[in-house]
Every structure is written in C-alpha cells, then in structure tokens.
C-alpha cells in the first residue's frame, strides 16, 4: 500500500499509484449517483487521464515560464517552440488525458522522457541501469520531489543536475527542463513532421509487422507490411511512465513503418 497524496510508482511489476488514485476517483463519483454498471466498468478501463502528468504538468510549466528568459532570448525560434510546447501542455490548453488524437499527452511524454534522460544521465552512468531505471518506478520516485520543489523556486541548482551541458548555467536544474522541452520539440519535428497539427498521440504509438525486404518496396509494401494502434492508447488508466515507454515512435519517414526506439542517451 502507499500513503495517500504519493503519485509516484509503487513497483515494477504492480498497479501504480497515479492508477490506483485515478480509478478510486471515478469510483467514488460513480458511487455517488449510481450503482456501478458493467458499462461503468468498461468505461472506468478505458479511461486516459493521467493524475501523474495532471500533477507535474502544471508544476513543470511553471518552472518554464518563469525561467524562459534566462536561458532562451525572447522573439528567437527557440523561445517561441517553448511557448508553443508549454502553453500546449498548460491547464488552459490540456485536460491531462492521453487521447488518439491529442498532440499534449505527445508533447509532454516526450518532454517528460527527455528530462529523465537528463537527470538521470549521471545518477546512472551504466547504459544497461539507465534504461532500466527509465522504464521502472525508480525515475519517478526520483523525479517527482525534485519538481515540485522546482516549482517552489527551491533547489533550482544542484549536484544532482550538473552534466556536460550545463556546467556554466547558475540555474543547473532549471537548464535541464528548458532544454528537455526544447529537444522534445525538435523530436517531434524530426519524427512526426514541422506540422504541429499532426503530432497526434497515436501517431507515436503505432506498431508495425514488417516483412523485410517487401516492407522496403513501394509496389509490394501494402501486401506485405501491416501496421496496427497500440493497445496503450485504448486501455487501462495509464502513468507518465508506462506511457513514455510504451510510445512507439514512427521511423523518420512518418508514412512508412514504426519502431520502439528506447530514450537512449541524446545530446543537448
């Protein structure tokens, strides 16, 4: 069990908390008008909102809005792809639910991801225990303190931020949110194209049964290749974290194929 408030993951084998939290509230409000139904229950399954990234999105876009200014100069392309990526991610502009055809849950798995990248890049020098840690209850456990102290304007520097990247930087931690946001959005310009209407959620997640060579040949491929949704998207209440892991990132060329690339190690 875990004490009420924790939104962090409690295993890697068991229900997260984020889950259990976000199924005890649909519960309870369907409670509160009804006996629970077998349509209730489909419902409550298929149910995408995720309590984790409704806690930490706002926190993290704080920590951006109020920070822009000291790393980014403000009418360069840079500064305006963090305002574009924040505001899509802000309570204004996202319900924190991870839909279809949404493009906020796509941005923010993919910044989420990125920043978890950084800080975990030195805690964890071994490739093998840093992917490991990634795709397990470890980061989050890690990350979720940090952030809300972030946006408390609280250890806005420390040891535990210092990389390569930010040496010279007087704020370390806030560096490694605004440069995972901005390599989020070059990411998603790289992969799913410069047209930010089609950074759909499941876009990212599409898995792909190729049949090599014929997946590679433009007259055979609609014989041979065959693509379907990730279940991600369908079912269950999902976490920040099960759903940075489970996108499955199409290849460069976004008509063709879909690959589950792990986070890996990137550059600033």
Same mark, same amino acid.
């Given at each position: 069990?875990?004490?009420?408030?924790? $939104?962090?993951?409690?295993?890697? +084998?068991?229900?997260?908390?984020?889950?259990?939290? /976000?199924?005890?509230?649909?519960?309870?409000?369907?409670?509160?008008?009804?006996?629970?139904?077998?349509?209730?229950?489909?419902?409550?399954?298929?149910?995408?909102?995720?309590?984790?990234?409704?806690?930490?999105? =706002?926190?993290?876009?704080?920590?951006?809005?109020?920070?822009?200014?000291?790393?980014?100069?403000?009418?360069?392309?840079?500064?305006?792809?963090?305002?574009?990526?924040?505001?899509?991610?802000?309570?204004?502009? @996202?319900?924190?639910? $991870?839909?279809?055809?949404?493009?906020?849950?796509?941005?923010?798995? %993919?910044?989420?991801?990125?920043?978890?990248?950084?800080?975990?890049?030195?805690?964890?020098?071994? =490739?093998?225990?840093?992917?490991?840690?990634?795709? +397990?209850?470890?980061?989050?456990?890690?990350?979720?303190?940090?952030?809300?102290?972030?946006?408390?304007?609280?250890?806005?520097?420390?040891?535990? !931020?210092?990389?390569? $990247?930010?040496?010279?930087?007087?704020?370390? !931690?806030?560096?490694?949110?605004?440069?995972?946001?901005? &390599?989020?959005?070059?990411?998603?310009?790289?992969?799913?194209?410069?047209?930010?209407?089609?950074?759909?959620?499941?876009?990212?997640?599409?898995?792909?049964? =190729?049949? $090599?060579?014929?997946?590679? +040949? &433009? @007259?055979?491929? @609609?014989?041979?290749?065959?693509?379907? =949704?990730?279940?991600?998207?369908?079912?269950?209440?999902?976490?920040?974290?099960?759903?940075? %892991? /489970? !996108?499955?990132?199409?290849?460069?060329? %976004?008509? &063709?194929?879909?690959?589950?690339?792990?986070?890996?190690?990137?550059?600033?």
């Amino acid at each position: 069990m875990s004490p009420a408030g924790v $939104f962090s993951s409690i295993g890697t +084998s068991v229900p997260t908390t984020p889950r259990a939290v /976000r199924a005890r509230e649909r519960i309870v409000k369907l409670k509160s008008y009804s006996k629970l139904t077998v349509d209730d229950m489909q419902k409550l399954q298929q149910d995408d909102l995720d309590v984790s990234a409704r806690e930490l999105a =706002p926190r993290l876009v704080k920590v951006i809005k109020a920070h822009m200014a000291e790393f980014v100069k403000p009418g360069t392309e840079e500064h305006d792809a963090l305002e574009y990526m924040a505001g899509r991610i802000g309570e204004k502009e @996202w319900n924190y639910k $991870f839909s279809e055809e949404g493009d906020s849950p796509m941005i923010f798995a %993919t910044f989420y991801g990125e920043l978890q990248d950084r800080m975990l890049r030195k805690l964890l020098s071994d =490739p093998d225990e840093h992917d490991a840690a990634i795709h +397990s209850s470890f980061s989050d456990h890690y990350m979720a303190g940090m952030i809300d102290d972030w946006s408390k304007g609280k250890s806005l520097s420390s040891e535990e !931020c210092a990389n390569e $990247f930010n040496a010279k930087a007087e704020h370390n !931690c806030v560096h490694n949110v605004i440069f995972s946001l901005l &390599r989020a959005h070059e990411i998603l310009v790289e992969r799913l194209g410069e047209n930010r209407n089609s950074w759909k959620w499941l876009r990212g997640n599409v898995l792909a049964y =190729p049949h $090599f060579p014929f997946s590679e +040949s &433009r @007259w055979l491929r @609609w014989l041979f290749h065959r693509e379907t =949704p990730s279940s991600a998207i369908f079912t269950m209440i999902i976490s920040h974290r099960e759903a940075r %892991t /489970r !996108c499955q990132w199409p290849e460069a060329d %976004t008509q &063709r194929g879909a690959a589950n690339i792990p986070p890996g190690r990137r550059s600033a």
